[in-house]
């Protein structure tokens, strides 16, 4: 895992790292992606594609109208809300 | 592109907005037109710890879509994270289907051609954005409305065809009730990938996939043009890039949006907070006995059961509401078999074009079907003519009044008794003595003026083919 990739993910995370953690976060990503390669060792062929591990099938609600009774809540922790919008910087 | 050494292949991928009350995965209103961000959660705008469940209307009205496509429903289906990073998205992921789609395997029929449906799958909508030069605004009331996606295979050949596919889809979704399918105002959405390939070969070229078209006709240009830019750089020798090219309608061209190598890896999982979608056999086929009679089979009907010529009953099957007037006159009309053909042509020319003039159309005319058939019932018994029923429709269209009331009420009924023609007949022999000694000189162009001469004088309400009988029986008596 090279510094570009590592600068992407901290990008698209929206988060900072110091010099020394960016030398520390490669070998540690690395070990989580070979953890999980680990799964790639067991034998699926028995499995329906797409079986998930819930035995349950989904419940479904009805179709009846709730409204959330404080959308204020839901705005005032946006990094920009105003004129009834979510702002961010231009993206075209 | 016609004489062209390429052929065009077409896949398109049409999104339809159900009609539900709800999202699809939380309970805000499913609704356009209201304030910015006034229809929102914390579900559809993704905050932490917040769970989607899925709505039991959005699972059964895409069933119900899938059915009327000619779909095989998918028992398990299983909804998937697709992710993409775009602030139209507050989770940046989409929850869609992918390996296992709700329906596969259908097909619709589009000018004489099965074109096959690889799948249809649910989704949900992403938040609507508003650019604007220093910012960009986001309404997330869209967010997490409930959409089906319907995937054709790329078997389409023309962009005519595609507009003719579309035209269909939009007819059949119509019917289901399933979806307005409004393309201006965005509830079908359609996304196109076109490639071209030599006639000989059957290896698929580089496909470009062509967004924003707003309209059945700007789906026919835009494809038009993307063809005609294909073939032009395939000639020149270029190579086609693969990428995402945006319609712009104002200057009849696409223009490219972004490279699909990175953009396109999204790295779809099954979203681990939904499980399995299980559609029950004993659902499917009660939602399979609810479909209303779709076009198609309708139009067979009108042609072999009434006896209706094809482009009329394909006109009268247009719209969902247009072949239920059509159908609960037709229930009311006297002499069906006689009375079919003039009620479809009243429909189909005189009512049609009141209400293209009016701006209305068969959800809001306040005109009653069994007045439209008594109206044909009085021109079949003969009692007014097509002219009178014209100025009479005229009057049932403004004053709400049913035929016979009006006729009744204005005296306007037919004179079609033999003894009151013939005096009119003969009344009009001798006021017009030149007329009738030209035609006894065998210009017998004249008898047209001498019927209008009784038409007039009845202002109309003399039944003209009796007249004309009778003139010509009294003229040929005194040659």
Known sequence: MDKKTIEKIMHLARIELTDDEKQEIPSQMEKIINYIDNLNTLDTSGVLKGEAVFLKEMMLQPDRVETFPDIGLLTENAPSFSEGFFKVKKVL | ?479
């Open chain 2, 1 to 479: 592109m016609k004489n062209s050494k390429y052929k065009i292949t077409i896949g398109l991928e049409v999104h339809a907005h159900l009609k539900t009350q709800t999202k699809l995965f939380c309970r805000c209103p499913n609704r356009t037109g209201a304030e910015p961000n006034t229809l929102i959660c914390p579900v559809c705008t993704g905050q932490p710890g917040t769970l989607p469940v899925a709505g039991e209307e959005s699972v059964l009205q895409a069933v119900r879509a899938a059915l009327a496509l000619n779909c095989k429903i998918n028992k398990y289906s299983v909804f998937e994270r697709k992710q993409y990073f775009y602030p139209d998205l507050p989770k940046n992921y989409q929850i869609s289907q992918y390996k296992l789609p709700l329906a596969e395997n259908g097909y619709i029929e589009a000018g004489g051609v099965k074109i096959k449906i690889d799948r249809v799958h649910m989704e949900e909508d992403a938040g609507k954005l508003v650019h604007r030069k220093s910012e960009t605004l986001i309404d997330y009331n869209r967010g997490g409305a409930p959409l089906i996606e319907i995937v054709s295979a790329p078997e389409i050949t023309s962009p005519e065809q595609a507009s003719e596919y579309l035209k269909k889809l939009r007819q059949i979704l119509v019917y289901s009730s399933v979806s307005d399918c409004d393309m201006e105002k965005g509830s079908m959405r359609c996304d196109a990938n076109l490639s071209l390939n030599l006639k000989e070969s059957s290896r698929l070229g580089v496909k470009t996939e062509v967004k924003n078209m707003n309209s059945f006709k700007a789906v026919e240009n835009a494809l038009s043009y993307e063809a005609r830019r294909q073939e032009e750089l395939l000639l020149e020798g270029k190579k086609i890039d693969q990428e995402t090219r945006l319609w712009d309608e104002n200057n009849n061209r696409t223009a490219g949006m972004r490279s699909k190598e990175e953009a396109h890896d999204y790295r779809y999982f099954p979203d681990p907070d939904l499980p399995p979608l299980v559609v029950q056999e004993t659902v499917v086929e009660e939602i399979r006995k609810s479909l209303p009679e779709l076009p198609a089979s309708k139009i067979e009907r009108y042609m072999g059961e009434m006896g209706i010529g094809e482009y009329d009953a394909r006109v009268l099957c247009q719209e969902k509401e247009g072949a239920e007037f059509f159908e609960n006159a037709y229930s009311k009309l006297e002499d069906k078999k006689k009375g079919v053909k003039k009620l479809s042509s009243w429909i189909n020319t005189e009512l049609k074009g009141k209400m293209n003039t009016e701006g209305m159309d068969f959800k809001n005319i306040q005109l009653d079907p069994g007045s439209l058939a008594e109206l044909v019932n009085l021109i079949q018994s003969g009692k007014i003519s097509g002219k009178m029923a014209k100025d009479i429709f005229e009057i049932m269209w403004n004053e709400k009044k049913c035929p016979q009331e009006i006729v009744e009420k204005r005296g306007l009924s037919q004179i079609s008794g033999e003894d009151k023609i013939e005096g009119l007949c003969r009344r009009a022999i001798e006021e017009n003595p030149g007329l009738a000694e030209k035609y006894l000189t065998g210009k017998e162009g004249t008898i047209g003026p001498l019927v209008g001469f009784v038409m007039k004088e009845t202002r109309g309400q003399a039944n003209p083919s009796m007249v004309n009988k009778k003139l010509r029986q009294i003229l040929d008596g005194k040659k």
